[in-house]
């Protein structure tokens, strides 16, 4: 799957904890993701997907407080599809940022996903970036 367009919304901040920008995603110009949020944290942007959160009030013997179950309503099941989920979504909110159009299109101009796989520490990750 590609994405094809993604559509940024402003979020009004009130503090660290809010979201930066909320988007919708579209694949392969047939399926439409609303919701995805995107967030400053100690390691840089990351984005996060919509969910339920059910709220239960826990029994005599756990102190009768509220337990909170979130349950995502989607999220990437591949690591790699994940990440360049979040690459693009990160390009297009810093192109936003620069003053372009709440709409951008990754696959104008022929954009090409590059992913590199690096050792460090005896651990491999992988690296996925959008070209230019």
Not at 23 to 31: A, K, P, R, Y
Request: glycine residues 6%.
């Amino acid at each position: 799957m590609v994405v094809t367009k993604v559509n940024y919304f402003v979020k009004e901040r009130k503090n660290w904890s809010y979201p930066l920008a909320q988007c919708s995603v579209v694949l392969d110009d047939v399926l439409k993701l609303n919701g995805i949020c995107i967030y400053e944290g100690a390691n840089g942007k990351y984005i996060t997907f919509p969910n339920t959160i059910k709220h239960e009030e826990g029994t005599e013997e756990e102190g009768k407080h509220i337990k909170r179950n979130k349950n995502e309503i989607f999220h990437p099941v591949s690591k790699d599809f994940l990440e360049y989920l979040r690459c693009v979504i990160i390009d297009g909110y810093q192109k936003w940022q620069e003053g372009k159009s709440f709409t951008y299109s990754p696959t104008d101009g022929e954009k090409e996903v590059e992913t590199k796989v690096e050792v460090e520490d005896g651990r491999e990750t992988k690296k996925t970036t959008v070209l230019p």
